[in-house]
């Protein structure tokens, strides 16, 4: 297989089935915003400690699922081809995030984002996981979508914030509190 086909160099791209869209359009953002979240985790994944590396591997499946679930406009059409959403998929972030937060502590104050490498680059893509979520909601509004993807995401959004503060507590390094001065 090609990784070129020429069939974009028009400005359209394809989703699943024969549709074309244009590459400006509103979907198309959202599904080149989680691959680049996708991206940002695999950045954040080469430098962060063991306990959450494979944490990470387990939310960039879920992620491609995501895109390819947003490349369906029809998803009950593609049915048995798109892998399952599921509600257990935010049920374990949830308990994700209760893991990370009971090992850091409770947070007494705001917090910049930084400390160590790893929690920088978790604080990066939760920034973009958060652009992805804005940008979903507004297709929501347009068109229809599986409301797992933006409970997902914004669940996604609270578990990088506590992941990169559990990578600080496992790099013995201090969250960056905020100062109002």
Same mark, same amino acid.
């Given at each position: 297989m090609k990784i070129y086909t020429r069939q974009g160099d028009s400005g359209t791209t394809g989703l699943l089935g024969a549709?074309?869209?244009?590459?400006?359009?509103?979907?198309? $953002?959202?599904?080149?915003?989680?691959? $680049?979240l996708n991206a940002a985790m695999g950045l954040a994944e080469v430098v962060s400690p063991g306990p959450i590396k494979s944490l990470i591997t387990k939310v960039q499946h879920e992620l491609f699922a995501i895109g390819s679930h947003l490349a369906a406009r029809n998803e009950q059409a593609f049915a048995q081809i798109l892998p399952p959403l599921t509600d257990e998929m935010i049920a374990r972030l949830e308990r994700e995030i209760d893991h990370a937060e009971k090992e850091s502590g409770p947070l007494r104050s705001f917090i910049l984002p930084g400390g160590s490498e790893s929690a920088a680059r978790l604080h990066v893509a939760r920034a973009v996981c958060r652009r992805a979520e804005r940008l979903i909601?507004?297709?929501?509004?347009? $068109?229809r979508l599986n409301p797992l993807v933006t409970r997902y995401l914004n669940r996604l959004a609270d578990w990088l914030f506590m992941h990169a503060r559990y990578a600080n507590h496992l790099a013995g390094t201090q969250d960056v509190q905020w100062r109002k001065d």
């Open positions: 549709d074309r869209i244009s590459k400006a359009d509103l979907r198309i $953002e959202c599904i080149g915003t989680v691959d $680049e909601v507004a297709l929501a509004e347009r $068109e």
